[in-house]
């Protein structure tokens, strides 16, 4: 069986705090340890953050969705939005010898979540929504 805890958030950045307590106690609840749980709530604040700063431009009156699906797998992170379209870059990490004053902008927070996450996902629905799919495995369904 699969659960799913939904919520809908509006395009502020006040708001990523509440997020991210939501996370922790999901998180705690699945079973995931101390430092999964942190690791977890980065890739989303990260998420969240491109949603509001880059899908919405910075616009503080609309909303998105975080949809949490939980199994004896693990949990999975759907976050949706309806803002401008988002492709990934096709490096697969930042620029992070260089001088930080001539690499190019961006890149960290994506980084950050496929670091922390056991898979990340950038899709483009046909109703129009942007969804970052991400998922935490459990240690014991990593191992098997």
């Known amino acids: 069986m699969r659960d799913r805890i939904g919520i809908v958030v509006p395009s502020h950045l006040k708001y990523l705090h509440f997020i991210g307590s939501v996370i922790e106690e999901i998180a705690q609840q699945v079973g995931f340890s101390g430092s999964e ?8 604040d ?3 953050t491109n949603v509001i700063k880059h899908a ?3 616009r503080n009156d609309r909303h998105f969705c975080i949809n949490c699906f939980i199994d004896e797998h693990g949990l999975e992170i ?8 988002f492709s990934p870059p096709k490096r697969k990490y930042p620029y992070m010898s260089d001088d930080l004053n001539s690499r190019p902008y961006g ?14 996902e950038f899709k ?5 929504y942007n969804e970052v799919h991400m998922a935490k495995y459990l240690k014991r369904w990593k191992e098997s």
């Open 56 to 58: 919405y431009e910075g």
């Open 46 to 48: 990260e998420a969240c």
């Open 78 to 85: 759907v976050i949706r939005d309806r803002g401008k379209f």
């Open 37 to 44: 749980i942190d690791h977890i709530k980065q890739a989303v």
């Open 107 to 120: 890149g960290l927070g994506i980084y950050l979540m496929k670091a922390f996450m056991d898979r990340v």
């Open 124 to 128: 483009r629905t046909a109703g129009g």
